[in-house]
């Protein structure tokens, strides 16, 4: 699963705080939001490169945005979008709070009818 292969790319090279977040009841953007936090700029670019060229090599194609800058990466690999921070840049934007929410399915359903 494309999820797990993310993941495992970013525990192996010592990601901070791995955390997925589900998306499929939450948005049609993505399945899977991945947020991980590098230690520095540099440790941020490498996490990103390294998920590039493993995914790369399954032929699954992946935009990269903010590497330049390296403070917040996003990796937008098609129903998984990651996001890496720096650990500051990422307490500021909270993301976790924003997408980890639960759907009332009670409420949707009634929606639909």
Known sequence: ???????????????????????????????????????????????????????????????????EQSEWVLIDCNSVIVHIFLPEIRSYYNLEKIWDFQIDNKFVSQEKN
């Open 1 to 67: 699963m494309l999820k797990d292969e993310i993941i495992i790319s970013l525990e192996s090279d010592k990601a901070i705080e791995v955390k997925a977040i589900d998306l499929r009841e939450k948005t049609f953007i993505a399945d899977q939001m991945i947020i991980a936090s590098g230690s520095s700029k540099r440790h941020i670019a490498s996490m990103a490169e390294h998920i590039k060229e493993k995914l790369s090599k399954k032929n699954i194609k992946v935009k990269i945005e903010g590497i």
